[in-house]
């Protein structure tokens, strides 16, 4: 069995952040753990609590906005690289303009596969996804605009069993045959978008459509 230590390990600092930030959410991710690795909510938490950055101690009066760093477009390179950035970037939204591919599906469909083109390539996709030109899911790239719930087939598998009843993460991964822990955490990754797309909430442990149809 998965110690505590190796299941966080498993989840980006993205992933905790979420987790975090949403009382709700941290409740039913805490009660899913206890329930199908054993451990207790008081062992999950404190591990939880460790991979928290500590920070300063700020009055309730106060209300701090805080900006994530955004990559910048023109750092370093000549101007025939920022040149190659730009034209990139619009071949990247013409090949996503039907369906999403991952990186290295754009770059071959621009017949750019290569490591001088892959390393532009990292720097454009950072940008535009900072930017919301584009989402990130799972492994592929989707033009942010055309974001819908067809978004992949993980997905609509999601919502098609939300549709019949709300689950618990547990049951959602038995359902749809993703009960690992890879498994666990690309299901995480989805529910956070739907969530963020207003399609999903969490209620206690379960999940289910933001509207019942």
Not at 96 to 105: F, H, M, P, V
Not at 127 to 148: F, G, R, S, W
Not at 154 to 173: D, G, M, V, W
Request: hydrophobic residues 40%; charged residues 25%; neutral net charge.
């Amino acid at each position: 069995m998965d110690s505590v230590v190796e299941v966080f390990n498993s989840l980006s600092q993205r992933e905790i952040d979420h987790i975090t930030s949403s009382p709700t959410m941290k409740e039913a991710f805490l009660s899913d753990m206890s329930e199908d690795y054993g451990f207790s909510i008081e062992e999950l938490e404190l591990e939880l609590s460790h991979l928290i950055v500590a920070s300063p101690q700020i009055d309730k009066e106060v209300k701090l906005v805080v900006a994530e760093p955004v990559p910048v477009w023109n750092l370093g390179g000549n101007f025939k690289t920022q040149e190659k950035k730009a034209q990139l970037l619009a071949d990247i939204k013409q090949s996503l303009q039907y369906e999403g591919k991952s990186k290295t599906q754009i770059l071959k469909s621009l017949n750019k596969d290569n490591p001088s083109w892959r390393l532009v390539c990292d720097e454009v996709l950072e940008y535009m996804v900072a930017k919301k030109i584009l989402i990130k899911l799972a492994t592929k790239y989707h033009i942010y605009a055309n974001q819908t719930l067809r978004e992949t087939s993980f997905h609509r598998l999601i919502y098609q069993n939300l549709c019949e009843s709300p689950k618990t993460t547990s049951a959602l991964l038995k359902a749809i045959g993703y009960n690992n822990p890879k498994g666990r955490k690309k299901l995480i990754q989805a529910l956070q978008i739907m969530v963020k797309e207003r399609f999903v909430i969490v209620e206690g442990k379960q999940w289910k459509l933001a509207v019942e149809l």
